[in-house]
């Protein structure tokens, strides 16, 4: 090999050392929105069940997960869908350990010799429910599934279900996000319904 390939080889390697990638906000690390989302009211209340996500905001795969905060808000007049000053609040925390097991699986077929990138989760480590037995009935309910990693970041909610519990019987429609988003520069304001 050439002394002068032997510099420039060298003096790359030197060139790349003590650099740092540019930090990753953790908003972009945070989970895409639940797969496959089921709503199934019954006489115990409304039931959810949906799919994890498999990647982050960035459309990498997951690296840590906490699991789903179900919200709701209450819906009174029309307009409250898009109206930020009735907040969601909390009704359950549905616990996702998926990404956890599928990392300890990796660990233990690499120990083993074997390709780890290519295990998954099992299947039913995937699958979720969630019940909210606190729905009255004749009230309407805006809810949302919030997928969370680290605790506390929150991610992408892509559907919203409204919901008029009446049991089996109850009234339920998806809304997208991006139904319910007031144009930039613009304040929502509730529309009264004609006297």
């Known amino acids: 090999m050439s002394r002068w390939r032997v ?9 790349g050392c003590g650099r740092y990638l540019a930090p ?3 908003e972009l690390m945070a989970p895409r929105a639940v797969d496959k989302l089921v ?3 019954s006489a115990q ?8 996500p498999e990647q ?3 459309g990498k795969e997951l690296t840590s997960f906490s699991g789903y905060r179900i919200r709701r808000k209450e819906l009174i007049e029309r307009g409250d869908e898009t109206d930020n000053n009735i907040p969601f609040e909390a009704v359950g925390f549905v616990p996702d350990t998926h ?3 599928r990392e300890k699986l990796r660990t233990e077929a690499r120990a083993q010799g074997k390709i780890g990138r290519r295990i998954e989760a099992p299947t039913e480590l995937t699958t979720f429910t969630f019940l909210d037995n606190t729905a009255a009935t004749g009230k309407t309910y805006l809810y949302k599934i919030v997928p969370e990693n680290q605790g506390v970041v929150e991610g992408v909610v892509d559907e919203l279900v409204k919901v008029t519990f009446k049991g089996s019987q109850s009234d339920v429609s998806v809304i997208t996000s991006k139904e319910l988003e007031t144009p930039e520069g613009e304040t929502q304001e509730k529309q009264s319904e004609p006297s």
């Open 99 to 101: 990404v956890e097991v």
């Open 7 to 15: 510099l420039s080889i060298l003096f790359i390697v030197l060139a």
């Open 39 to 41: 709503i199934a009211p």
């Open 24 to 26: 990753i906000a953790p």
């Open 45 to 52: 209340g409304v039931a959810f069940s949906w799919i994890a």
């Open 56 to 58: 982050d905001r960035r």
